[in-house]
């Protein structure tokens, strides 16, 4: 059972962005905090942003000033928006709900399979 649908990624080059959306599909999800991680080849999972129900946010200092996280409380789906890629943002960007504000992955109750952004010169 999916609880977390992500889409959005794909190939996009240097420079350019992207726009990655996250649809939970229980409706209790709806209310928690949700978050993005990315994950690249050979690589530990890292945080890059999470915003809660009231639009609290935080992000990675990878990502501050590329990136905007927001959500639509009525869907609950969440968006990352990224901009000025970089060939290092490539990863599996992964969506998770929990509860707490928290760049820590196992505070995360729910995940996403993730979706694939791949950065290209």
């Known amino acids: 059972q999916a609880n977390l649908v992500e889409s959005g990624g794909g190939l996009v080059q240097v420079g350019g962005s992207v726009r990655l959306s996250c649809s939970p599909s229980a409706q209790d999800i709806r209310t928690y905090t949700m978050g993005w991680f990315r994950q690249a080849p050979g690589k530990e999972r890292e945080f890059v942003a999470a915003?809660?129900?009231?639009?609290?946010?935080l992000y990675a200092d990878s990502v501050k000033g590329r990136g905007t996280i927001s959500r639509d409380n009525a869907s609950g789906t969440v968006y990352l928006d990224l901009s000025g890629l970089k060939l290092e943002d490539t990863a599996v960007y992964y969506c998770a709900a929990g509860l707490p504000l928290t760049e820590e992955g196992a505070k995360y109750s729910y995940w996403g399979q993730g979706t694939q952004v791949t950065v290209s010169s």
């Open positions: 915003i809660t129900r009231i639009m609290r946010t």
